[in-house]
Protein backbone atom coordinates (compact mmCIF):
# COMPACT_ATOMS: atom_id res chain seq x y z
CA UNK A 1 0.00 0.00 0.00
CA UNK A 2 1.59 3.57 -1.19
CA UNK A 3 0.73 6.79 1.09
CA UNK A 4 -1.52 8.73 -0.85
CA UNK A 5 1.66 11.61 -1.42
CA UNK A 6 3.21 9.23 -2.99
CA UNK A 7 3.81 10.16 -6.46
CA UNK A 8 1.75 7.52 -9.30
CA UNK A 9 4.88 6.44 -10.99
CA UNK A 10 7.12 5.44 -8.03
CA UNK A 11 9.76 8.34 -8.39
CA UNK A 12 11.05 10.31 -5.73
CA UNK A 13 11.43 13.82 -5.12
CA UNK A 14 14.20 16.51 -4.14
CA UNK A 15 12.54 17.73 -0.44
CA UNK A 16 13.18 20.65 1.92
CA UNK A 17 13.72 18.62 4.70
CA UNK A 18 17.06 18.12 6.43
CA UNK A 19 18.58 14.77 6.50
CA UNK A 20 17.77 13.16 9.90
CA UNK A 21 21.74 12.95 10.24
CA UNK A 22 24.09 15.50 9.59
CA UNK A 23 26.60 14.19 6.77
CA UNK A 24 29.58 15.94 9.07
CA UNK A 25 28.88 14.19 11.89
CA UNK A 26 28.73 9.91 12.66
CA UNK A 27 28.18 8.04 15.97
CA UNK A 28 29.66 6.72 18.35
CA UNK A 29 29.34 3.18 18.72
CA UNK A 30 31.74 1.42 20.49
CA UNK A 31 32.26 1.08 24.87
CA UNK A 32 35.68 2.17 24.16
CA UNK A 33 35.22 5.45 22.62
CA UNK A 34 32.60 6.46 25.55
CA UNK A 35 35.18 4.99 27.96
CA UNK A 36 38.12 7.35 26.17
CA UNK A 37 35.82 10.35 26.02
CA UNK A 38 34.54 10.03 30.02
CA UNK A 39 38.71 10.32 30.90
CA UNK A 40 39.26 13.59 28.68
CA UNK A 41 37.55 17.37 28.76
CA UNK A 42 34.08 17.84 30.35
CA UNK A 43 32.02 20.90 30.66
CA UNK A 44 28.72 20.72 32.34
CA UNK A 45 25.42 23.18 31.86
CA UNK A 46 22.09 23.01 33.24
CA UNK A 47 20.51 21.32 30.42
CA UNK A 48 23.57 18.51 30.06
CA UNK A 49 26.78 17.48 30.16
CA UNK A 50 29.04 17.14 27.59
CA UNK A 51 32.60 15.51 26.86
CA UNK A 52 35.16 16.16 24.31
CA UNK A 53 38.48 14.52 23.49
CA UNK A 54 40.79 15.00 20.32
CA UNK A 55 41.35 12.07 18.97
CA UNK A 56 44.73 10.87 17.58
CA UNK A 57 45.89 11.31 14.18
CA UNK A 58 44.79 8.68 12.27
CA UNK A 59 42.22 7.30 14.31
CA UNK A 60 38.96 8.33 12.68
CA UNK A 61 37.65 11.32 9.87
CA UNK A 62 35.11 13.84 11.08
CA UNK A 63 32.96 14.67 14.05
CA UNK A 64 31.82 11.92 16.21
CA UNK A 65 29.20 12.21 18.74
CA UNK A 66 27.75 10.17 21.12
CA UNK A 67 24.54 10.22 23.73
CA UNK A 68 23.96 8.50 26.81
CA UNK A 69 21.03 9.41 29.78
CA UNK A 70 21.16 7.27 32.61
CA UNK A 71 18.06 6.55 34.83
CA UNK A 72 18.35 8.91 37.04
CA UNK A 73 16.50 10.64 33.92
CA UNK A 74 13.81 8.53 34.24
CA UNK A 75 11.83 5.82 32.57
CA UNK A 76 12.57 4.95 29.33
CA UNK A 77 10.27 7.51 27.57
CA UNK A 78 11.93 9.80 29.33
CA UNK A 79 15.16 9.03 28.70
CA UNK A 80 14.46 8.58 24.85
CA UNK A 81 12.76 12.12 24.48
CA UNK A 82 16.18 13.58 26.04
CA UNK A 83 18.35 11.67 23.71
CA UNK A 84 15.76 12.97 21.00
CA UNK A 85 16.34 16.37 21.94
CA UNK A 86 20.27 15.97 22.04
CA UNK A 87 20.27 14.61 18.86
CA UNK A 88 18.92 17.21 17.33
CA UNK A 89 20.50 19.79 18.86
CA UNK A 90 24.22 18.34 18.11
CA UNK A 91 22.37 18.10 14.37
CA UNK A 92 21.85 21.65 14.60
CA UNK A 93 24.84 22.81 16.22
CA UNK A 94 28.10 20.67 15.85
CA UNK A 95 28.59 21.46 12.18
CA UNK A 96 29.52 24.86 13.07
CA UNK A 97 30.78 24.46 16.63
CA UNK A 98 32.32 21.21 16.83
CA UNK A 99 35.84 20.34 15.09
CA UNK A 100 37.33 17.93 12.98
CA UNK A 101 38.73 15.29 15.01
CA UNK A 102 36.71 15.32 18.25
CA UNK A 103 34.75 13.22 20.12
CA UNK A 104 31.87 14.65 21.71
CA UNK A 105 29.71 13.00 24.16
CA UNK A 106 26.36 14.39 25.34
CA UNK A 107 24.85 13.35 28.91
CA UNK A 108 21.21 13.80 30.08
CA UNK A 109 20.47 15.49 33.15
CA UNK A 110 17.41 14.50 35.58
CA UNK A 111 14.53 16.78 34.79
CA UNK A 112 16.71 19.53 33.02
CA UNK A 113 17.27 18.49 29.48
CA UNK A 114 13.50 17.13 28.82
CA UNK A 115 12.01 20.14 29.76
CA UNK A 116 14.77 22.69 29.02
CA UNK A 117 13.69 25.53 25.98
CA UNK A 118 15.47 24.30 22.82
CA UNK A 119 16.99 27.32 22.21
CA UNK A 120 18.36 27.54 25.97
CA UNK A 121 19.79 23.92 24.88
CA UNK A 122 21.53 25.12 21.85
CA UNK A 123 23.26 27.82 23.77
CA UNK A 124 24.18 25.40 26.37
CA UNK A 125 25.73 23.26 23.59
CA UNK A 126 27.82 26.04 22.18
CA UNK A 127 28.80 27.09 25.62
CA UNK A 128 30.03 24.26 26.65
CA UNK A 129 32.15 23.66 23.53
CA UNK A 130 33.94 27.09 23.98
CA UNK A 131 34.91 25.77 27.02
CA UNK A 132 36.21 22.32 25.70
CA UNK A 133 37.59 23.95 23.00
CA UNK A 134 39.32 26.61 25.14
CA UNK A 135 41.92 24.88 26.80
CA UNK A 136 43.52 23.73 23.16
Given at each position: M???????????TEGNA???VSVCVTGLKHRSDFLR?????RQGTK???VQGRKRAPGEADG???????SKKVGNAVA??????????VARLVLPDAG?????YVLIGRAEATAAR???KLQDDLRFALSKIHEAT
Open positions: TPPEAPEDGTAPPAAAKARGMMIRVGFTCRNRAKRRMRERDGWDPFD
